[in-house]
């Protein structure tokens, strides 16, 4: 009996059900999905990250397994009319095949790139990255998770030397007595979670947000920081500055388990509390109370999310955060430390097994020779065939169809024609390919331009394993088989691997991809190798790194030493500067953009289920009460949002919860309220990350 089939029976006869987790954010919230007859209801779980609780999307789930826009046929535009049509799957695959080939005889194998997305499986990540540099032999692979929580991941690997978004249990937050949350809503973008906020404040606990706009979150915590967009690493460093002013350093750890930690007093010594909030905006009161709380707290723990990390300062800006968490001694601590809120469901174990331009599985270098030798044998290939490096997301893209850029591209699980910030360039880089291929299992507006699209199975049609936010190895497991005409991402790989004459085998069953990964990532930072299918079972999830099957798993890293070479975490002075893009007189406002509640990422799969589409049934851009009497605006109003890049147009939201100097807009709508056509795409020079939270605008009435 096969592992699907095992699932789909494992109550005994029907109805049939399957203990699961969510197809959304990377809380990765544990469900039970059953299926009586032709209907699938998603039913409570009780699980350590989500206890029971889902929210809407989670809720609503279900009703995308038999959507009337599913794909269930490959299908190919036709030349002559330009229109895509049905094709079957063998006449999908050489036309596949056949223009790989031609385009890398031409142009050389780089030529062909790769462009994957942090909701998939851990199996089908792995896959992707080796089909990427086995089969193609490209170096151009990379993924939408570069913008989720790269600048967080570089940080933590400078500071700590490993990055793995939180590095302790999520029930921790209920024990922190202060809980400082920096660019993070998770009463919209992960509900659930709010549970553990409940616990801590129960417990008397202290929360602490510092986002321009009065959030969901902001407004139950007990001191909201309302900082101008793209200063929260000034704010860092001021609170360093009182820190260090009122005596709340833990001296002792410094000096025990810390280096660098003098240059950056010296550095932080500039940045007086009366001039950040000259710049900033947020009150010298504030940012006293807050240091004090962090700084008197017998525990805290410092988050942050795509609010402090979208810039093109990102890193620099977690870094921040991060020397006041080792200043004042906090991680290693239970209750305490410092930890990154994921935002995508795999973007964890999505960036460790090999989507990542510089990265091949276990989080390893791919220009490390030891690193090379040991994936390459265990692929079965020369190290000298495998490719070097890529480049980032946004460049990547940037250069498909540029004079020396790829001129081919296979997307998997990901949409960048509304996700990618400059859209409406990114969207004419793809249209001008000499092939794209796009698989998914609805017509995306980037599969709207491919040559070929594929067909491929949802989250409850699919075995394998993800990676939440804790660094938490889980099982998804698979309640029925796909429509009829619908094939696994795993198979398509193979399928095409067969065609191109691969020098390795590309495994359909996700279990055998899962004991290969194992292998590949023994003895990398992201160590799976003690991992499996029946131990996430027995132990309702596995953290990594967990070398060894009969020995422990790591659910809280830093308890004793960090892995750096000498055990040591590492401070990093870093200093404030301006965004990419000022305001001026043509383009006098701020915008920046984030999520709302009912919707998810680039909205594909939310913006189909009808209960969500009532719930948020379009863009809007949210506008201060004094900002829309000055431009003769009124609620509801069709409003145009222009910055050097193009522009939007949405309805006025008006709300006097946003800083009168910046308007905001959601980032799930494609066409005309499509609000990366508006972000800048200047990029963080360490890691690729664009600066999506903050540009120059002009707002008028359309």
């Given at each position: 009996?096969?592992?699907?089939?095992?699932?789909?029976?494992?109550?005994?006869?029907?109805?049939?059900?399957?203990?699961?987790?969510?197809?959304?954010?990377?809380?990765?919230?544990?469900?039970?999905?059953?299926?009586?007859?032709?209907?699938?209801?998603?039913?409570?779980?009780?699980?350590?990250?989500?206890?029971?609780?889902?929210?809407?999307?989670?809720?609503?789930?279900?009703?995308?397994?038999?959507?009337?826009?599913?794909?269930?046929?490959?299908?190919?535009?036709?030349?002559?009319?330009?229109?895509?049509?049905?094709?079957?799957?063998?006449?999908?695959?050489?036309?596949?095949?056949?223009?790989?080939?031609?385009?890398?005889?031409?142009?050389?194998?780089?030529?062909?790139?790769?462009?994957?997305?942090?909701?998939?499986?851990?199996?089908?990540?792995?896959?992707?990255?080796?089909?990427?540099?086995?089969?193609?032999?490209?170096?151009?692979?990379?993924?939408?998770?570069?913008?989720c929580m790269s600048s967080a991941a570089a940080?933590?690997?400078?500071?700590?030397?490993?990055?793995?978004?939180?590095?302790?249990?999520?029930?921790?937050?209920?024990?922190?007595?202060?809980?400082?949350?920096?660019?993070?809503?998770?009463?919209?973008?992960?509900?659930?979670?709010?549970?553990?906020?409940?616990?801590?404040?129960?417990?008397?606990?202290?929360?602490?947000?510092?986002?321009?706009?009065?959030?969901?979150?902001?407004?139950?915590?007990?001191?909201?920081?309302?900082?101008?967009?793209?200063?929260?690493?000034?704010?860092?460093?001021?609170?360093?500055?009182?820190?260090?002013?009122?005596?709340?350093?833990?001296?002792?750890?410094?000096?025990?388990?810390?280096?660098?930690?003098?240059?950056?007093?010296?550095?932080?010594?500039?940045?007086?509390?009366?001039?950040?909030?000259?710049?900033?905006?947020?009150?010298?009161?504030?940012?006293?109370?807050?240091?004090?709380?962090?700084?008197?707290?017998?525990?805290?723990?410092?988050?942050?999310?795509?609010?402090?990390?979208?810039?093109?300062?990102?890193?620099?800006?977690?870094?921040?955060?991060?020397?006041?968490?080792?200043?004042?001694?906090?991680?290693?601590?239970?209750?305490?430390?410092?930890?990154?809120?994921t935002g995508q469901g795999n973007g964890q174990?999505?960036?460790?097994?090999?989507?990542?331009?510089?990265?091949?599985?276990?989080?390893?270098?791919?220009?490390?020779?030891?690193?090379?030798?040991?994936?390459?044998?265990?692929?079965?290939?020369?190290?000298?065939?495998?490719?070097?490096?890529?480049?980032?997301?946004?460049?990547?893209?940037?250069?498909?169809?540029?004079?020396?850029?790829?001129?081919?591209?296979?997307?998997?699980?990901?949409?960048?024609?509304?996700?990618?910030?400059?859209?409406?360039?990114?969207?004419?880089?793809?249209?001008?390919?000499?092939?794209?291929?796009?698989?998914?299992?609805?017509?995306?507006?980037?599969?709207?331009?491919?040559?070929?699209?594929?067909?491929?199975?949802?989250?409850?049609?699919?075995?394998?394993?993800?990676?939440?936010?804790?660094?938490?190895?889980?099982?998804?497991?698979?309640?029925?088989?796909?429509?009829?005409?619908?094939?696994?991402?795993?198979?398509?790989?193979?399928?095409?691997?067969?065609?191109?004459?691969?020098?390795?085998?590309?495994?359909?069953?996700?279990?055998?991809?899962?004991?290969?990964?194992?292998?590949?990532?023994?003895?990398?930072?992201?160590?799976?190798?003690?991992?499996?299918?029946?131990?996430?079972?027995?132990?309702?999830?596995?953290?990594?790194?967990?070398?060894?099957?009969?020995?422990?798993?790591?659910?809280?890293?830093?308890?004793?030493?960090?892995?750096?070479?000498?055990?040591?975490?590492?401070?990093?002075?870093?200093?404030?500067?301006?965004?990419?893009?000022?305001?001026?007189?043509?383009?006098?406002?701020?915008?920046?953009?984030?999520?709302?509640?009912?919707?998810?990422?680039?909205?594909?799969?939310?913006?189909?289920?009808?209960?969500?589409?009532?719930?948020?049934?379009?863009?809007?851009?949210?506008?201060?009460?004094?900002?829309?009497?000055?431009?003769?605006?009124?609620?509801?109003?069709?409003?145009?949002?222009?910055?050097?890049?193009?522009?939007?147009?949405?309805?006025?939201?008006?709300?006097?919860?946003?800083?009168?100097?910046?308007?905001?807009?959601?980032?799930?709508?494609?066409?005309?309220?499509?609000?990366?056509?508006?972000?800048?795409?200047?990029?963080?020079?360490?890691?690729?990350?664009?600066?999506?939270?903050?540009?120059?605008?002009?707002?008028?009435?359309?």
């Amino acid at each position: 009996m096969t592992d699907r089939a095992r699932s789909a029976t494992r109550s005994g006869g029907d109805p049939r059900q399957a203990e699961t987790h969510c197809p959304y954010c990377a809380l990765q919230c544990g469900m039970v999905l059953r299926e009586t007859g032709d209907r699938v209801e998603v039913l409570p779980r009780q699980f350590p990250t989500n206890r029971g609780g889902l929210c809407q999307k989670g809720w609503t789930a279900a009703e995308l397994l038999d959507h009337r826009d599913r794909l269930t046929t490959p299908l190919v535009r036709d030349p002559a009319t330009g229109e895509l049509r049905p094709a079957t799957w063998a006449a999908a695959l050489d036309r596949i095949a056949a223009g790989i080939r031609a385009v890398q005889a031409g142009h050389g194998r780089d030529a062909v790139a790769v462009f994957g997305g942090g909701g998939l499986t851990n199996e089908k990540a792995y896959a992707l990255g080796k089909f990427a540099r086995v089969a193609l032999r490209t170096r151009h692979i990379d993924y939408n998770g570069r913008w989720c929580m790269s600048s967080a991941a570089a940080a933590g690997i400078r500071a700590f030397g490993v990055d793995r978004g939180l590095p302790f249990p999520l029930a921790d937050l209920g024990r922190a007595e202060t809980l400082l949350l920096v660019g993070a809503n998770p009463a919209e973008t992960m509900p659930p979670l709010m549970r553990h906020l409940a616990d801590q404040r129960d417990r008397g606990g202290r929360l602490i947000v510092v986002d321009p706009r009065v959030t969901a979150t902001a407004r139950q915590a007990d001191l909201h920081l309302q900082p101008l967009p793209g200063t929260d690493l000034a704010v860092a460093n001021a609170l360093l500055h009182i820190a260090l002013t009122e005596g709340l350093i833990d001296k002792d750890y410094v000096a025990a388990r810390t280096t660098g930690f003098d240059e950056v007093r010296r550095t932080v010594a500039g940045y007086w509390p009366a001039e950040v909030e000259r710049l900033s905006g947020v009150p010298v009161a504030d940012l006293e109370a807050t240091a004090r709380a962090l700084g008197t707290a017998g525990s805290a723990i410092i988050l942050t999310a795509r609010g402090a990390e979208q810039h093109a300062k990102g890193v620099d800006t977690v870094s921040a955060f991060v020397n006041l968490a080792l200043a004042l001694g906090l991680p290693g601590r239970p209750g305490s430390g410092y930890g990154c809120l994921t935002g995508q469901g795999n973007g964890q174990g999505g960036r460790e097994h090999g989507q990542k331009a510089d990265q091949l599985p276990g989080y390893r270098k791919i220009d490390d020779p030891a690193a090379r030798e040991h994936v390459a044998g265990v692929w079965g290939v020369d190290p000298e065939d495998l490719p070097g490096p890529g480049v980032p997301a946004y460049q990547l893209l940037d250069s498909l169809g540029t004079p020396g850029g790829p001129r081919a591209m296979l997307v998997f699980g990901s949409n960048p024609v509304v996700s990618a910030p400059r859209a409406a360039r990114i969207e004419s880089r793809l249209r001008g390919l000499d092939l794209l291929v796009v698989a998914d299992f609805l017509l995306s507006e980037t599969a709207a331009l491919a040559d070929v699209v594929l067909p491929v199975a949802q989250w409850a049609e699919e075995d394998g394993t993800m990676t939440n936010l804790e660094g938490r190895v889980l099982r998804r497991r698979a309640l029925r088989e796909p429509p009829p005409g619908v094939r696994s991402d795993l198979a398509v790989l193979a399928e095409l691997a067969d065609r191109l004459d691969a020098p390795a085998s590309f495994p359909t069953d996700p279990a055998e991809v899962f004991t290969e990964l194992r292998r590949a990532s023994a003895g990398g930072v992201a160590d799976y190798a003690g991992v499996s299918w029946e131990r996430i079972e027995a132990d309702e999830g596995v953290f990594w790194p967990c070398p060894d099957p009969a020995g422990p798993d790591t659910p809280r890293l830093f308890a004793d030493s960090f892995a750096t070479p000498d055990g040591r975490a590492r401070f990093q002075p870093v200093t404030h500067r301006p965004a990419a893009e000022p305001v001026c007189a043509d383009y006098p406002l701020h915008f920046t953009t984030g999520r709302v509640l009912a919707q998810y990422q680039s909205g594909t799969q939310t913006r189909r289920v009808a209960a969500l589409r009532r719930a948020a049934p379009g863009g809007f851009v949210e506008l201060h009460p004094d900002l829309a009497d000055r431009l003769g605006v009124t609620e509801g109003d069709e409003v145009r949002v222009a910055s050097r890049r193009g522009e939007l147009r949405a309805p006025a939201r008006l709300t006097p919860t946003i800083r009168p100097d910046t308007v905001f807009a959601p980032f799930h709508w494609g066409g005309a309220a499509r609000a990366n056509s508006v972000t800048n795409d200047a990029t963080d020079p360490v890691s690729g990350m664009p600066e999506f939270k903050i540009c120059a605008v002009r707002v008028e009435k359309a």
